[in-house]
């Protein structure tokens, strides 16, 4: 297994303190090494707020942060705010805090790229008076055909030559709001022959009559990404702009429009996206989940998001772990999800108290045990982790037990409970079934068993074997929980990979099942997102809906990767 990459404090249990160098890593050591930007470095993390943060976003994240942070530079968030009809606070908020989860802080104040909407309607005006900006008349469906194709040069807007003057003054009217949507764009004249697309005469406003979440209604005019993006780095004087790879032929345009304007030109970087198996990384159709009502919402504990994935039990630290296992690459590839499970798994195994939990419960009585006796066993919370301690754990003559670890006649190696077989009940003694009662249907309803009273574990002087353990809950101590067992979203591997097919028919009817389990006493103190191993059956945490007389547990992930057999 690759070594893992500490990106960013504090150092825990499950980050190493090697760190590796990546491409990008090397390059700005020889920027260092050159003194460039005054030997500084300083990055930022630029999320449109129109949708929650996902697990795409987490390795931006870490990357960002973690470059800054190793190299003692800076790192900003600033949100890409060019568009209100999709934006609101919420997605800011909710953006803000899961990187505060995920264990990493901004430097100063969090920035927006409307904090710069006065400056970047001035650089416009700069550009349409230098004559390399005008306002175009046509249609969204104009502009679209005059693009040309990747080998056919596009076409001139009749509109391209307009004097400065002129350009100024509809500009001017724009602003002041005199003209409807879509009738009017400002637009960089650039070359409509160049063969990168971007460089045909891209636009720079459109006309957005919306409120906006920061600055009201005070604009009618809206910069476009390209614009607004690298203007909005050189302003906060940004040294490594880290992008993903569908962004590397923007960055002819990135750096024309600064130098252009005679401005600082940050470097542009660009790395693979994350593209996870099972998993849609569009917001766009996470959003269309949502509103169909797909998903019980954005942090429904199916999505990818990291609010989703936050209150199904992910720790942050796995995340972490999981971006840095992922790396930096320069080229686009599919992660398999159970690469992002093993790491939560890891963590879970070394922090998750073990606890007893039936989830399909069944009566076994010990028929030979005292009635009304109860024992109190000492269980060990977690033995990969002394320091967790142990707690007290009933034991009586009634317990439940999983329906599927008895047959009535099982097979050779069936190594758990069935009629004249051993088995020894978690930390407490060995028994043996000698009969099953059952109902009109046949089915078996209660399981009676004896125990050998020098069997008990610690003190065993029966002699008696056992191949097989199971854990157990006693039922007069037995609490009622309500269990959520998640399961992936979609059934398919790529289900965005289908071009005649919507996404939607990829959705896993199953990925939801809801039962009532019996667990143990001990349970009934627990705080939201607290995990824990049920032993044997997967690691679950406390959902947020829980009451102190109603607790709702998530299946945050099964103790192996299933899916492979399926």
Not at 415 to 442: E, Q
């Amino acid at each position: 297994m690759s070594e893992l990459i500490n990106w960013q404090n504090p150092i825990t249990q499950m980050e190493t303190k090697k760190e590796s160098r990546n491409f990008i890593d090397l390059i700005i050591e020889e920027d260092l090494s050159n003194k460039k930007n005054e030997s500084r470095v300083h990055t930022r993390f630029p999320p449109e707020p129109n949708g929650y943060m996902h697990i795409g976003h987490v390795k931006s994240v870490c990357v960002n942060f973690g470059t800054a942070s190793k190299y003692g530079g800076k790192t900003n968030l600033r949100f890409d705010d060019t568009n209100p009809i999709a934006e609101d606070v919420e997605y800011v908020e909710s953006i803000k805090k899961d990187i505060e989860w995920l264990g990493f802080k901004w430097d100063g104040a969090v920035l927006f790229a409307s904090n710069y909407f006065d400056q970047l309607h001035e650089f416009a005006i700069t550009l349409i008076k230098k004559g390399k900006a005008y306002v175009d008349d046509s249609s969204a469906e104009e502009i679209a055909a005059m693009k040309g194709t990747p080998t056919v040069p596009g076409t001139e807007s009749p509109f391209r030559d307009r004097s400065i003057e002129e350009n100024l003054d509809l500009f001017k009217r724009m602003k002041e709001g005199e003209f409807d949507e879509g009738t009017k764009v400002l637009r960089a004249k650039i070359d409509m022959s160049n063969s990168n697309m971007h460089l045909r005469d891209p636009l720079m406003y459109r006309i957005r009559k919306a409120k906006h979440h920061q600055t009201g209604s005070t604009w009618n005019i809206y910069p476009m990404y390209d614009w607004a993006h690298g203007l909005s780095d050189s302003i906060e004087g940004i040294t490594h702009s880290i992008c993903t790879l569908e962004f590397e032929v923007h960055r002819p345009l990135y750096e024309w429009f600064l130098n252009e304007l005679e401005v600082f030109c940050p470097q542009q970087i660009e790395m693979a996206r994350l593209n996870l198996s099972y998993t849609i990384m569009s917001k766009r159709r996470l959003k269309k989940l949502v509103e169909l009502n797909h998903v019980n919402g954005w942090d429904d504990p199916r999505m990818p998001t990291v609010s989703g994935m936050r209150r199904r039990g992910y720790p942050a630290v796995s995340l972490r772990n999981f971006a840095n296992r992922v790396g930096v690459a320069r080229r686009n590839h599919v992660i398999d999800v159970s690469l992002l499970e093993f790491s939560v798994r890891e963590t879970l195994n070394k922090t998750a108290p073990r606890v007893m939990a039936v989830l399909d419960p069944i009566k076994l009585i010990i028929t030979n045990y005292p009635e009304g006796q109860v024992e109190q066993l000492t269980m060990i919370n977690n033995p990969e982790d002394e320091t967790q301690g142990s707690r007290q754990v009933p034991f009586s003559r009634d317990l439940y037990i999983e329906r599927e670890d008895f047959m009535e006649d099982p097979p050779k190696k069936f190594f758990r409970l069935g009629i004249g077989r051993n088995v020894r009940l978690k930390g407490a003694y060995i028994i043996n079934c000698h009969d099953v009662v059952k109902n009109d249907n046949g089915e078996v309803t209660e399981i009676h068993c004896t125990y050998y009273p020098e069997s008990k574990s610690g003190s065993d002087t029966s002699g008696v074997k056992a191949k097989g353990t199971l854990h157990f809950v006693s039922i007069p101590h037995a609490i009622d929980a309500e269990v959520r067992l998640y399961d992936r979203l979609f059934m398919d591997e790529a289900p965005m990979s289908h071009k005649d097919r919507d996404f939607l028919e990829f959705l896993n009817p199953d990925s939801l099942s809801v039962i009532t389990a019996k667990v143990e006493p001990h349970l009934k103190r627990v705080n939201p997102l607290d995990s824990f191993q049920f032993m044997r059956k997967g690691y679950f945490a406390v959902d947020a809906d829980s009451t102190p007389e109603h607790i709702v547990f998530n299946r945050t992930v099964t103790l192996r990767d299933g899916w492979k057999k399926k």
